[in-house]
Structure formats: structure tokens, C-alpha cells
């Protein structure tokens, strides 16, 4: 298996999380990201310490706190697939929040370096901005979460919903150079659900020089690294893909460099 997948495991500790990805882990410097289950009743609590989080009600209901505020029974959809923008709430650093499910609950939380410029904040479903993107068999929803027009330190957070048979983050780009205007330097994580649940999603991630040339069969609940490279992602006939992206880096801007080779597609 590749080692840019990183398969869901039960944690010992009991507490639901069956993704944790730290940038240790990863071998990187600036994302981590976590997904947990919880039961209806069960908590979770995390200290954001020195990062900033973005909590994202993935399916249920629950009630979120800070050390300042507090949303009861946010969530608006039980599946991700009913393709309604989330419920997530914005967490600064040397806070805590603490998460209470009302009814089963999934949810993700998204890690980066924090300045501790912001506040505790509620993102509702009227905050996020929602597109098409693309044409044809490229197009596919996006669920701009934490853009870089909305307040956060490094965080940028989205989702995108890739119909069966369609192709995403496509034509193939890549943002892996700190070269401002042109090119930004963001790791990214891609955390997949497909439906139904017994398909697959196919990435594949290559680089120009092709040190780096790999094609991926990603399974339900499973997450991608990408430190670099082109990364496109395509959803086989039969089966919807969906994916929450997470992104930071030096410089909190999403500017990226599509393949010469492909580009000929954005004129058409």
C-alpha cells in the first residue's frame, strides 16, 4: 500500500478518533487532520494549544463549545452525500473545544499553525460559498468552507462532491513551490467517502520529473497526503466521491500551476 494513504483506525484511548494525521506523521510541517465518530451522548475535547482547528460537522447533530461560546444542537444533514454545506466552527489557538453529540455524529477536525488573530466562530451552511466548477465530465460541486476570503490564520478548508464518472482537482495543478504570484507552497489532505460505500476513488499523483508517479485506489474513509505533485482525482461510473480538502502553508493563499500538458482543457 502507498504510504500517502492512511487507512481509519480505532483508537485505543476509546475516544472515537479513527484519523489522526500530525504533520510528524505526514513528514511535513504545517496540516494535520483527525476524524472521529462519536455515539449520541459521547464527547470529545481537543486544546488547540498553538494551531487554529476548524471542527466540521461531517453527518449528525451536535453541541460545540469553546472556553467562550457555545452552539447548541448545530448539523444539518446525516450524510455527507445529501450535499448540504456543513455546519463547522472556527477554534483559535490557546482555546479548547469540547463537542457533545446529539445523534450519531461525524466530524473533522483540521489543524494548522495559528496566530491567534481570530476568534471562536460559528461557519453556518449560509457562510459557506457553494460552486460548479468545471464542464462536461469535469464538473463536479465544491463547498468553500474556509476560503482564503474568510478569516483564518493558515487554515483553507473545502469540500467537493465529484459525480460517478466525472474527474476533480482536474485538469491536474499542482501548488508544491513557494513562488509567489504564480505558485503557492500548500500540503493537502484529502479525506474520501464514497458511495456506495464498497467503491473506490482514483488519484493519482505524479511530478513533472515523475520521481513521484503513483496511482492510488482509495477506499471509503480514507485519507490522501499530498506534499507534491499534481494530484487528480477521478470517481468510477456507478460510485459519488466525495472529499474534504485541508490545506496550509507559508503563505495562506491557494495559487496553483496546472500541468502544460493538460491545460489546453481550461480553454475549451
Not at 95 to 105: K, M, N, S, W, Y
Not at 189 to 207: N, S, W
Not at 214 to 237: F, M, R, S
Not at 240 to 263: C, I, Q, S
Request: a negative charge.
Amino acid at each position: 500500500m502507498s504510504e500517502r494513504i492512511v487507512k481509519p483506525v480505532v483508537n485505543p484511548e476509546g475516544d472515537g478518533t479513527l484519523i489522526n494525521v500530525t504533520p510528524e506523521s505526514a513528514g511535513w510541517e504545517y496540516v494535520g487532520f483527525q476524524v472521529a465518530k462519536l455515539a449520541e451522548g459521547e464527547t470529545l475535547t481537543r486544546e488547540s494549544g498553538d494551531q487554529e482547528l476548524c471542527v466540521v460537522l461531517l453527518s449528525g447533530f451536535a453541541n460545540v463549545s469553546t472556553r467562550e461560546h457555545t452552539w447548541d444542537n448545530i448539523g444539518k444533514r446525516m450524510s455527507v452525500f445529501e450535499k448540504i454545506p456543513p455546519y463547522s466552527v472556527y477554534v483559535s489557538t490557546s482555546d479548547q473545544v469540547q463537542i457533545t453529540a446529539r445523534t450519531e455524529l461525524e466530524i473533522a477536525i483540521c489543524v494548522a499553525p495559528g496566530k491567534g488573530t481570530y476568534q471562536a466562530r460559528l461557519i453556518a451552511p449560509e457562510d459557506v460559498g457553494v460552486e460548479a466548477r468545471g464542464y462536461g465530465n469535469l464538473e463536479r460541486q465544491i463547498h468553500n468552507i474556509l476560503p482564503e476570503q474568510k478569516e483564518a490564520d493558515s487554515l483553507l478548508v473545502v469540500e467537493v462532491f465529484t459525480p460517478d464518472g466525472h474527474w476533480s482537482s482536474y485538469p491536474p495543478h499542482k501548488h508544491d513551490r513557494d513562488a509567489l504570484p504564480d505558485e503557492s507552497l500548500l500540503e493537502e489532505t484529502y479525506y474520501f467517502r464514497v458511495q456506495p460505500e464498497q467503491g473506490f476513488a482514483i488519484q493519482r499523483i505524479y511530478t513533472d520529473d515523475r520521481s513521484v508517479d503513483e496511482t492510488l485506489a482509495v477506499k471509503n474513509g480514507e485519507v490522501v497526503l499530498v506534499p507534491d505533485g499534481y494530484h487528480p482525482v477521478g470517481a468510477p461510473p456507478g460510485y459519488e466521491v466525495y472529499y474534504l480538502n485541508v490545506m496550509a502553508g507559508p503563505t495562506r493563499t491557494w495559487k496553483f500551476h496546472n500541468d502544460p500538458d493538460h491545460e489546453w482543457l481550461m480553454k475549451k
